[in-house]
């Protein structure tokens, strides 16, 4: 009974992680920091009226944070709007809505003369995602239903699925530089996945044949 509860709670867990930070196509932590650290702030010498110039630590970034209401600071974690969510990173596809098969092609064909295949990587990406998307809503649908060999398939596949799209952003994306891109949503929704295989099987394994 209380594997049949987790699985649920995951499942839900699983889903409402969908709006989490995923990814950051820029140098998230490490090129934040250096704007805040050459964030310059003007200071007048009362002495000789000379115009000086002040530079933010980290700390005085930190503290400015600190004071703001804590369920803002909760919401702006949750929610960044400087990263990607699995629903951003499936909107990918919507570039493409447009384009006609020639210009589609011609467009493949022109990224792999620079040798960087991000429209290829970025399409894969997208597809992943949003099959991710849509599992993860079969999945919450499986629990209720207390179908758990397909639960079990359906969390298995998005593994693959996530695996995929980590293949995309690290060996393929050009703008990817450094792991702090890849943000928690990734990594909690991905140790979700591997739970839910544990114990959609460990469920499996105690009906009885």
Same mark, same amino acid.
């Given at each position: 009974?209380k594997s049949? /509860? +987790?699985l649920r709670?995951l =499942?839900l867990? !699983?889903?409402?992680?969908?709006?989490?930070?995923? &990814?950051?196509?820029? #140098?998230?932590? !490490?090129? *934040?920091y250096k *704007?805040a650290e050459?964030?310059?702030v =003007?200071?007048?010498d009362a002495?000789? /009226?000379?115009p000086?110039?002040?530079?933010?630590? *980290?700390?005085?970034v930190?503290?400015? +944070?600190e004071?703001e209401?804590?369920?803002?600071?909760?919401y702006?974690f949750i929610d960044?709007e400087?990263t990607q #969510?699995a &629903?951003?990173?499936?909107?990918?596809?919507?570039v &493409?809505s447009?384009?006609?098969y020639?210009d %589609?092609? /011609?467009?493949?064909?022109?990224?792999f003369k620079?040798n960087?295949?991000?429209?290829? /990587?970025y399409?894969v990406?997208?597809?992943?995602?949003?099959?991710i998307?849509?599992?993860?809503l079969?999945q919450?649908? =499986?629990?209720?239903?207390? #179908? &758990?060999?397909? @639960?079990y398939?359906?969390?298995t596949? #998005?593994i693959g699925l996530l695996f995929?799209?980590t293949?995309?952003?690290v060996?393929?994306?050009s @703008?990817?530089e450094?792991?702090r891109?890849?943000?928690? !949503? %990734?990594y909690?929704?991905?140790?979700?996945?591997i739970i839910?295989v544990y114990? =959609?099987?460990?469920?499996?394994?105690s009906?009885p044949?």
């Amino acid at each position: 009974m209380k594997s049949i /509860s +987790l699985l649920r709670v995951l =499942s839900l867990l !699983g889903f409402l992680l969908l709006i989490a930070p995923f &990814y950051d196509q820029c #140098n998230g932590k !490490g090129m *934040k920091y250096k *704007k805040a650290e050459k964030a310059e702030v =003007s200071a007048i010498d009362a002495k000789d /009226s000379i115009p000086v110039q002040k530079t933010a630590t *980290k700390e005085e970034v930190a503290l400015n +944070l600190e004071k703001e209401p804590f369920f803002t600071r909760a919401y702006e974690f949750i929610d960044d709007e400087e990263t990607q #969510n699995a &629903y951003e990173l499936a909107e990918f596809l919507t570039v &493409y809505s447009d384009m006609t098969y020639a210009d %589609f092609k /011609s467009e493949i064909a022109e990224d792999f003369k620079k040798n960087k295949h991000d429209c290829i /990587s970025y399409l894969v990406r997208s597809i992943a995602f949003l099959l991710i998307i849509i599992i993860t809503l079969l999945q919450l649908i =499986s629990s209720i239903l207390k #179908n &758990y060999k397909r @639960l079990y398939q359906l969390s298995t596949f #998005n593994i693959g699925l996530l695996f995929i799209a980590t293949i995309c952003i690290v060996f393929f994306d050009s @703008l990817f530089e450094t792991y702090r891109q890849i943000k928690w !949503g %990734f990594y909690v929704f991905l140790f979700v996945q591997i739970i839910m295989v544990y114990f =959609s099987k460990k469920q499996l394994r105690s009906i009885p044949n």
